[in-house]
């Protein structure tokens, strides 16, 4: 999920040590890691072994197909295994507040997006704000595109997820130091590594594999990559998500 070309050789690292410690234990894991424009029928498939999903996908389209393994933990300054979106708006404006933002445009990287959609509009109305107040919306596409199209002028305001955030600081710096974060969300549990559904001990066994791979991984390639452990989530950590999207029903 966090796939930037300027970092894909560090995650192509990590897969191989995936695949390595996944088959150590008996799964038969691909020696190239799988890339597509779209990741829903991947993430659908019954021969899933591993995949990285966002918590909205999940509750909304997935937890009856899927097993969650656990969510990478980040260095971004938040519990481990959660996450949040910063509120970014270009550094010249007059927006200082959500409050500000009445006619503002909003853009968003999807429509099923828990850090670039939902908590957006969940901390409008955390704040007291009417389910109108943002009345221009664009579809971006990526977090990436909508880091760009703040800075371009072509939307006012943006959710960005915080690790991508801080992706962006490192490999999107003119853009980035073009915009002025004005929130932090509220955290949720970040983005879980998932698997077909799958018995508790192949879970597990998943899990272990992923802690191993993690572990073995050197200090450079941890860094590029942000990693900083492996939480043991469950579906449960997720519940809130879905309880908060389901009070946005007047919104969407």
């Known amino acids: 999920m966090y796939d930037w070309p300027e970092i894909r050789p560090a995650t ?3 897969w191989n040590a995936l695949s390595e410690s996944l088959s150590d234990r008996g799964f038969l894991a691909p020696a190239a890691l799988t890339r597509t424009e779209d990741p829903v029928p ?16 999940f509750v909304e389209i997935l937890r009856h197909q899927v097993s969650i393994i ?11 295994g959660s996450y949040f979106s910063v509120i970014v708006v270009r550094e010249e404006s007059d927006f200082r507040s959500l ?3 009445a006619g503002a445009r909003f853009g968003f990287n999807d429509p099923l997006s828990q850090s670039g959609y939902a908590a957006f509009l969940y901390q409008l109305k955390s704040e007291g704000l009417p389910p109108d107040f943002i009345k221009r919306q664009k579809t971006t596409g990526s977090h990436r595109k909508s880091i760009q199209s703040v800075a371009s002028g072509e939307v006012d305001v943006a959710a960005i997820d915080a690790v991508t955030w801080e992706l962006a600081r490192r490999h999107e710096p003119a853009a980035a130091a073009r915009l002025r974060v004005i929130k932090h969300t509220d955290p949720t549990a970040g983005l879980p590594y998932i698997t077909a559904k799958r018995p508790r001990r192949d879970i597990d066994r998943i899990h272990r594999a992923v802690v191993d791979a993690m572990a073995s991984l050197d200090e450079g390639v941890r860094e590029e990559l942000l990693l900083m452990g492996f939480a043991a989530t469950t579906d449960d950590d997720y519940r809130i998500i879905k309880t908060r999207y389901d009070s946005l029903m007047p919104i969407r």
């Open 42 to 57: 991947l993430w659908q498939n019954p021969a899933l072994i591993l995949g990285q999903t966002c918590g909205l996908p």
């Open 99 to 101: 409050h500000d933002l």
């Open 12 to 14: 192509d690292i990590y």
């Open 70 to 80: 656990g969510t990478p933990a980040y260095d971004i300054c938040c519990g481990a």
